[in-house]
C-alpha cells in the first residue's frame, strides 16, 4: 500500500510574515496485517513510515528556525468485534515515534515556553514518542459506504525536558473525536475522508490526523487520503 500526503495551504502574513503560497509534499508507506482470530473477532496491526515533508521556506520559527515539518512514523494494534453484519467495535493503542522528527518552536507557543528557548543554558526542546488508546465504532451501508467514529486519548506529544514540559502542560490537548467517511473503488483502492476535533494544538500543529497546517491553534482537522494496494 502506498500513502502519499500533501500540504497546500495559503499562509497568513500576520503570524509567518509570508504572503505567497507554497506546496509542500511527502511520501511514506504504510504496511497492514488484518487476522480473524475467533469468530467475530478480528487483529488489525499496521506501520506507518515516516513522512518527510518539503521544509517550508515561508514559514520560520522562533529565533528563524526553519519548518521542517515532517510527519512521524506510528504502529498500531487494534482488536475489532463484529456486532453484527454491518457494525464493528473496536479498542486500539498506537504508538507515535515524534522523537524521530524535529521540534519546531512555533511563534503561535505561549510565551513563557518561547522564553526557555534560545540561549546556551536553554533545554533541548524535543518531543517525546506518545502512546494514544481509542475506542471506536464503524457501520458499512449495504452500498460499502463505511462510516467512522473514534475517541483518542491524548493525540499531543510532551517535551523531553521537564522545564519545557512543565511550561506547556496546560496548552495540550488531552483527548481527541475523529469522524470518518469511505468507500473502497474497486479491489485494490479505497478513498477516505476524515475530520477530527481535539483542543486547541499549539504544540504541533495538526498531529491528530497528520497534517501538517501553518494554524497552529486550530481545533478541527480534516484529510483526504487514497490508497492503492499492489
Known sequence: MLDLSEFNGEFRPVDFHAGNRELSTGAGVHLGFASELAPRLLLDASFQSRVNMDELASIRGVHGTAADLDIPSRMRLALGMQAGS???????????????????PSRALP??????LGDSSSPDFQWKDLTVYSIGM????????????????????????????????????????????????GDRARFDVS????????????NVLGVVSDRFDQAVEVAARFNLRF
Open 138 to 185: 464503524r457501520w458499512q451501508h449495504e452500498s460499502e459506504l463505511e462510516f467512522s467514529l473514534d475517541f483518542h486519548s491524548r493525540s499531543q506529544p510532551t517535551p523531553s525536558a521537564a522545564s519545557l514540559s512543565a511550561a506547556l502542560s496546560d496548552e495540550l490537548g488531552q483527548h481527541s473525536l475523529l469522524m470518518g467517511i469511505g468507500k473502497r473503488i
Open 86 to 104: 454491518q457494525t464493528l467495535f473496536t479498542v486500539a493503542v498506537s504508538q507515535v515515534f515524534y522523537s524521530g522528527v524535529g521540534a519546531f
Open 111 to 116: 510565551a513563557r515556553f518561547n522564553a526557555l
Open 195 to 206: 475530520a477530527s476535533y481535539a483542543p486547541p494544538e499549539f504544540a504541533f500543529g495538526g
